[in-house]
């Protein structure tokens, strides 16, 4: 495949598992919050990655940068498998992989200034310090602050500014991938279109490939080319966004979607029974669909096997026994 073609980064049979030290669960129980989980993000993409908290998603995020060691599978970036690179062989790789994150309140060492913060990353990468300066000023610039914000503190900005400033930290060594892991959860609904812009505006600009996660389905609507379903560490449904939108095929997807609040009192919300019910857990070693005991079309198929993920129509892909 050449390099044009070939996906950023890719992810096969990728596993996850903790095991318990005791309190709520037995103690070496495995919890497993990535599950054998497959996809390609390709060159330029921004790949949206669903789910209710505690899915597996921000886990699954973090692994692909390697923020921690996995259980087994493998992650290839650029063509290269760095599942089980030690941390001195990730080194030249990690200012190309950058992230942020959720919370710009607790993301930000609230003793350095932005200039400190902005620059530190380019320190660690070996910048020059005439760089480290230039890029650090053009950068506040393309996020929308100003020079006279350098030498100040996080706490002087704003929820929407900090997370500005948590963007320009990580672009500032040049990245080619992205993770934003909830990048809007913790911002005013107002000041959520602004962030999006902003990110959607750098990506054209330097042609960056984001995987972005968010909880819910109309956070990642606007800014996603193909967007990923996730329930109890595994992927259940992936598809083109707008093809996601008017034809979800996974009885999970349907209920998410369903959840989404409408704008329009005249239009009924579905019933959110799918939602509720008994949940197994990642804990569970029972055989089968994960979602049986919520979905409401469960058959017995569906307690005893496993459903393999299936193309449904072109770049359509969900892993369910109904015929979708
Ligand atoms: Fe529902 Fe069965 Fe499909 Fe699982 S495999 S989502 S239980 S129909």
Redesign the pocket.
């Known amino acids: 495949m050449s390099e044009q073609n070939r996906p950023l980064v890719s992810v096969r049979e990728l596993h996850k598992h903790y095991h318990a030290q005791g309190g709520l669960l037995r103690k070496g129980v495995a919890v497993k919050a990535v599950d054998g989980v497959s996809f390609d993000i390709q060159r330029g993409e921004t790949f949206g990655l669903v789910g209710e908290s505690g899915c597996g998603k921000s886990t699954l995020g973090r692994a692909m940068l390697r923020l921690f060691d996995i259980t087994s599978g493998e992650i290839h970036f650029d063509g290269q498998d760095i599942a089980q690179m030690s941390e001195k062989q990730l080194k030249p790789l990690r200012k190309r992989m950058q992230a942020i994150f959720q919370d710009p309140y607790s993301s930000l060492n609230p003793g350095m200034t932005v200039q400190q913060l902005v620059a530190e990353p380019m320190q660690i990468h070996g910048y020059s310090r005439e760089e480290q300066r230039e890029r650090t000023e053009t950068l506040l610039y393309k996020v929308g602050l100003k020079q006279e914000h350098l030498q100040r503190f996080p706490h002087e900005f704003s929820g929407g500014q900090r997370q500005r400033i948590s963007i320009a930290r990580a672009l500032s060594v040049r990245p080619e991938f992205v993770l934003c892991d909830e990048p809007l959860s913790a911002l005013d609904v107002s000041v959520q279109a602004q962030v999006v812009n902003i990110l959607q505006d750098l990506q054209q600009e330097l042609g960056l490939t984001y995987l972005f996660i968010a909880h819910d389905l109309s956070m990642v609507r606007h800014i996603s080319s193909r967007i990923g379903v996730m329930y109890l560490g595994k992927l259940v449904e992936v598809a083109p966004a707008g093809e996601l939108y008017s034809h979800p095929a996974?009885?999970?997807t349907r209920a998410l979607l369903a959840a989404v609040p409408l704008p329009d009192p005249r239009i009924r919300h579905l019933d959110q029974a799918t939602l509720r019910g008994e949940i197994p857990g990642p804990t569970s070693t029972l055989p089968g669909?994960k979602?049986?005991s919520r979905?409401p079309?469960?058959?017995p198929v569906?307690r005893s096997q496993e459903?393999a993920m299936q193309e449904i129509s072109p770049g359509h892909f969900a892993a369910?026994?109904?015929d979708l």
């Open positions: 996974h009885p999970y669909c979602f049986c979905c079309h469960a058959m569906c459903p369910c026994w109904l």
